[in-house]
């Protein structure tokens, strides 16, 4: 058959312009599609031979060879595979009817700028064509496996190729680059440097199943020096760990993983295998650190694991496979079905992504839930180094909200040193009590010497101590464990019934009474700053607290949003005084019994103070609440 010339589509010919014109992040990527073109025709023949689809055919020696030739300036990435016949040649080649590039290029035109079209093309590449960025020419031997006649297909991406048979064809496909001139400004790199091509195959096509051979550069005319030609060298190593059987594999080489992937020169925590079979499938190979990251809660930090799609390496940190809360998990994820042929936008919403993602949380949060009772130390290695983020997931994804709190533990006054679980929490629980108690605040001890704690404290009632910045708004996302209501000590009222010590109804009515004339005095007093003063059941030491009410945010979670730039409005405070306090008491007679309030009014504005003071807090007014003190203390001496 002669020659023939024929014309691109037009999508088709739209696409080669985009390869050849578009700015990339990295045109390396070619290499990596036309392996990954090389190694799916390595599969198909392996296949065919096993169904007998194809006689007389030698699968012995299945590979990938790469051809540099300096001096032509040419590089050829060489298969035995299937091959394709001539028809096939022109379906795939000429038309690629079915490759999506319709698609691919009406989300190109609707991207807004040329960041967000590079973002289209970025990572995934779109094989076979994507060797028009690197060459100026193209040309495609190839011969199906079990016939007599090869195709040959030739371009220079300007719109029109050619395709005529060749008698003379090897089985399998070769596609031959005429590389254009190394350009470092237009980061277009030296294709024929044989330490490129290495470290090129190295990071995109490391686990190809099949041998991928650099074949030695041809000796300088003239050489006569004797010695066999030197063998070619294979530059992938072919260790997909994950896709080995567990009992063939060392920790060691787990290890070594790890570190290759994460740039962590420690031992992973614990590794994590997954394998699913079916419709979908896919295999991944996770590792929990054993230290968290110095830039692990800053905007900028690198989460989410690495992508592969039949060994063949995508991305290196896909953000979609893993929620925020899980972005200290580094690992591989190789899945067998997702197109190459795909925009990040397409990624992030595929559903094949979405089910590796339910599946990978749900084992992460099983597997660290159970080491809390197969491996404690290391349980409480991971929670010392990761548990306020993962207590992130708490707010953020409700559909595991229960497996986070079954994986998670919380610092309590039960034990100084263990921290326990909600439902060891609620196992404790006093008859009678009906609330999990928890304070948030800066720190243990800080928590533990607030005035809110001492009713709680003297009544051995158990509180969750919760100093993590996160914990103030997921108590709040939670609400409820088995029924139990989750409550602040310093939110709203507290009723510790069932005590032996507590008051009758006609002690608080008289109290009540007793109290009811400086308790009013004190709130128009304190207006601007208090919303009510009270009498108080949670204190048995201090004179006075401030607590907010049961529906308020906290100071802490109002300062945390004013953080992030959200304005919200501030809400006052209840002040509530301890009766059996001899300040209070004093308080309360002075009040009675003095018609001049000049004292008494710097004497609430003090115990306003003391209060804010005690939990941590800062007066309205710290230079006139420091006079006052000084005063106070000159008239004692």
Known sequence: MPT????????????????????????????????????????????????????????????????????????????????????????????????????????????????GADGLIGQFGVGFYSGFMVADEVTLVTRRAGETQGTRWTSRGEGTYTLETVDEAPQGTSVTLHLKPADSENQLHDYTSTWKIKEIVKRYSDFITWPIRLLPEPAEDGAEDGAEAREAETLNSMKALWARPRDEVSEDEYHELYKHISHDWREPLETIRLQAEGTFEYQALLFVPSHAPHDLFTQGYQRGVQLYVKRVFIMDDCEELLPPYLRF???????????????????????????????LTKKVLATVKDLRSSAPDRYATFWREFGAVLKEGLVTDSENRDAILAASSFATTHDAEEPTTLQGYVERMKDGQSDIYFMTGESR????????????????VEVLLLTDAVDEVWVDAVA????????????????????????????????????????????????????????????????????????????????????????????????????????????????????????????????????VLAEGGRPKEPARFVKLVADRLERTL
């Open 480 to 611: 409820e464990f088995e029924g139990k209501q989750l409550r602040s000590v310093a939110k709203g009222e507290v009723d510790l019934g069932g005590a032996e010590d507590e008051k009758s109804d006609a002690e608080k009515n008289q109290q009540s009474e007793e109290y009811a004339g400086l308790l009013g005095w004190m709130s128009e007093h304190l207006g601007e700053d208090v919303k009510e003063v009270r009498l108080s059941s949670r204190l048995t030491v201090s004179p006075a607290c401030v607590v907010s009410d049961a529906n308020e945010l906290t100071p802490a979670l109002e300062n945390m949003y004013r953080a992030m730039g959200q304005e919200v409005p501030h809400a006052k405070r209840i002040l509530e005084l301890n009766p059996e306090h001899q300040l209070v008491k004093s308080l309360n007679r002075a009040y009675t019994e003095q018609e001049d309030r000049t004292e008494l009014t710097e004497t609430a504005d003090l115990l306003h103070a003391l209060a």
């Open 329 to 359: 998990v580094k690992g591989v994820v190789d899945a067998q079905d997702l197109s190459l042929n795909v925009s990040r936008e397409i990624l992030q919403q595929d559903r094949h992504i979405r089910m590796i993602q339910r599946r």
């Open 445 to 460: 001890q800080a928590i533990e010497d607030s005035p809110h704690m001492e009713a709680f404290r003297a009544k051995g």
């Open 4 to 115: 023939e010339t024929f014309e691109f589509q037009v999508e088709a010919r739209q696409l080669l312009q985009l390869m050849i014109h578009s700015v990339y992040s990295n045109k390396d990527v070619f290499l990596r599609e036309l392996v990954s073109n090389a190694s799916d025709a390595l599969d198909k023949l392996r296949l065919a031979a096993l169904r007998d689809d194809v006689a007389d055919v030698d699968v012995t020696d299945l590979h990938i060879e790469l051809d540099v030739d300096k001096e032509a300036r040419t590089l050829t990435v060489r298969d035995n595979g299937i091959g394709m016949s001539y028809e096939e040649v022109t379906h795939l080649i000429g038309t690629i009817a079915n490759s999506g590039t319709a698609k691919f290029l009406q989300e190109l035109r609707e991207a807004e700028d040329a960041a």
